[in-house]
């Protein structure tokens, strides 16, 4: 196992200014007008990538991850500390940045391709599977500029995963192209890690990151919180995304919730196959509140099951300790353990209180059916 | 890509793959050494950018020498045929002056604004960023050649020929062109993301720069005497183009005293009298110092650098 990435100590201060002139006339005018406020985007961040792992960082909106990624690329120099790559590294921050609109999408596959560092003979070997993965194949002579914005996303994309990169480092892109494309995408990331490739996600998707990760890194503020195992990870960026929703709030109305304990009253949660199952949420709440309960599961690889969405299921908190029953009339899921997670959220969809792997269901199933759901299937001839 | 998956999991191994370091601070040789394993992207940008500005016309490159050879004509119709200076083939004399100094100014004035243009692309890939700047000296040096091609055969029609005994001395004096102009190049590209009106000051420097130099008037017949006289010889020549284009002007005008066109028996010392040697020393030591000028350039270019994002 090698690593990959090496990141030790990273420092990137921003300087921002208000009110500044960039024209000469201003700064020997007002040289002193303006001020200036240093902005710690990141802090002392370490950690180290080995190959043949993906790991996502999480965070949300001016977190830093992007500001990390950036500086693993080398978009941006960090302040201070320094990142060690090994292999080459082939960055989807933005697609299409480095196209030239006025050129023709095969000139800026070459271009693109030159940017990525590749030889125009390494460009030329893998021009027809781009084009084929692009599937823009009849416009490929076409001013890029006359493109969609969908093609000219594919064909960026299929640049950049057909370069055969080391490490692939993903930015919130796969949010881009229409459902089949995306598919596909996520499919290229899966043969990436079967061939034992570094991928680097960057999302603010928990859903993707159990799906795709080995292991997660959460970022808050320009400081690292978390760097371990998806659930763990996940369980602290949901905890830090509460505090933050606390400090916003100045009144100091809001209640608070904690989640306390999951029980089921027969103090197990192995169920059969196709049986019911009832467990009460313990919760503990410092006034009263009206909210939404949520509820997820999801399988040990990070498929998310079902989630019972907020809206119809109001709960009333009265001050100190709360009960919620949850009834499943039935689970028609197979073998497997099973996680929940549980939550209340306010109207807007805001998460007051979350509790991630509050507990784990055990399914014991005994048909002769595979993969995650009995859908009772019997099949006669007619 | 469908090789590789299939021949499955087996990747080459990293353990011997090289490692490379992003810090807050790149060396000289680290700077260097980025920039010679990219230089394929250079060769794409530069053509790419020429086919960009001529994409949709109809004249296409010949456009680079509309606008060289309007000047020309203009500059050969006010000094020759209106106020007869009396240099016989003053469009040679000019040519031979306007090769360098085209290339020198289309490359800063395409440079000066192009980080700040590129910003989207310099924010968001990565790839040394004097590549970038290095991509327009490179389109100057196309049009530079174009040009000098279209100057030996506007010797051919005029039936004169090069000094074939300093012809030698042209890659010596090219060599440094480029690297005065490449400094230059990326300086001014680093600078204008700091000083936005660096573009507006910079087309008035050039145009000083422009008189500065002896392209239009000749060094030796007209102010040579003055200088000397008053001990600013040294001051004149510490314009680093002037060399150059006594060489291209050496080379390609040849002849160091003409019989002036306007009176049959005055004869003119339009170039200086140097010898072979001194042409040879003079752009040598200028190479050497244009090289050293070069790297202070690519240093002093790495200090700018760091806070480009937080100025774009």
Redo the contacts between chains.
Sequence with gaps: M?T?IEVENISKD????HERN????E?LLHPKSGSTEIFHALSDISFKVS?NETVGILGHNGSGKSTLL??????????????????NLA?L??LG??F?T??SGR?NV??YG??L????RNVEA?FD?IVA?SEIEQFIDT?VKFYSSGMYVRLAFAVA??V?P?ILVVDEVLAVGDERFQAKCIDRIR?FQ????SILLVTHQADQVRALCDRAIVLDGGLMVANGPVQESLRIFREHLLEDAVELDRTGARAEISIDSVTTPSGTFDVKSGAGLHFDVQMTSHGAYSGNFMMEIFTRSGLLVSRSDAQGSPVNLKPGPNTVGVDLAQIPLLDGVYDVNVGIVDHHGTVMAWREQAASIQVAYTGREGGIVELGASITQQ | MNDASSAGIQRRSLDDAPVRVVSARASLRTRLRNLWSRRELLTSLVFSDIRIKYKNSALGIFWSMLSPALTLGIYDLVFSVITKNGYPDFALYLFAGLVVWNMFQNAVNMATGVIVDRAGLVKKVSFPREILALANVGAAVIYFFIQLAVLCLFMLALGRSPAWGFLWILPISFATLYLLTASVAIVMSAVTVYLRDMKHLMEVLLQLWFWLSPVVYSYQHTIAQRLHDHGLTWMYFLNPITPIILTFQRIFYVKTNVISTNLPHSVLNILPQWTMSTFFYMNASLFVIMVVVFLVALTLFGRLEGNFESEL
């Design positions: 090698t990959v921003f300087k921002i200014h960039q024209s000469l006339k700064r190959s950036k500086c693993i690329c080398g978009v941006l120099q960090p302040t201070s500390g320094q990142i060690r790559l090994r292999g960055a921050l933005e940045a480095g030239q006025e050129l000139d070459f271009l030159a940017m560092g590749l030889s125009r893998i599977d993965f001013q995963v057909n055969d080391d043969t079967e061939e034992g490739r």
